[in-house]
């Protein structure tokens, strides 16, 4: 495989993050993914050269750890914990997180709790009023999580944007359409 640009190792990174926070694993790390992928993202000089010099490091927002995680994904295009995270989350998840207002703790409780995989399925739950059997969820949810699905859904061809934070941090991977930059 060929190595991996900046901006694909960046999108992995935005991936990483968003179902680093879905695991519920510690806020700030994925908060850091975000950031070093955002880091990389304005770069201007080629990804390869900088691991060639050894200068990640020296790159706002990426240290040691972070360091080693994009020159893994750069020369084989995957990492180990990412690819045990898409094992655990399918991918259907991330795209609830496109939901204004839903956090990655609600996602959770939706998918482990709920069995909701994806839009569709949270749409059908909402529709049937079936949140509220769960502890956790109220009327004013269904209300608010029904009009983040509209929202969520007529805007489906911008939100399946990879582009770092000049869009939404909570977006789907997949890209259907030009990201504006």
């Not at 991996?4 to 990174?13: N, Y």
């Not at 045990?84 to 259907?92: A, C, M, S, T």
């Not at 709920?114 to 502890?135: N, P, W, Y």
Request: proline content about 7%.
């Amino acid at each position: 495989m060929a190595a991996l640009d900046a901006a694909a190792v960046a999108a992995l990174l935005i991936e990483l993050g968003r179902r680093t926070a879905l695991a519920g694993d510690n806020y700030f790390r994925a908060k850091a993914y975000q950031r070093a992928a955002d880091t990389l993202s304005a770069l201007v000089e080629p990804l390869d050269r900088v691991i060639a010099e050894n200068r990640l490091c020296q790159l706002p927002g990426i240290g040691e750890a972070i360091a080693d995680i994009v020159t893994k994904l750069h020369n084989t295009g995957t990492h180990p914990l990412l690819e045990k995270l898409r094992r655990e989350v399918p991918e259907g998840v991330l795209g609830m997180l496109s939901i204004p207002g839903l956090k990655p703790e609600k996602v959770n409780i939706l998918h482990r709790e709920l069995g909701i995989t994806d839009l569709d399925t949270l749409e059908a739950a909402v529709r049937e009023d079936q949140l509220k059997t769960s502890r956790v969820w109220a009327r004013p949810f269904n209300v608010r999580s029904s009009t983040g699905l509209k929202f969520a859904n007529t805007h489906a061809a911008a939100a399946i944007c990879t582009a770092p934070t000049s869009w939404p941090a909570r977006l789907p991977k997949r890209c259907s359409v030009p990201c504006p930059a």
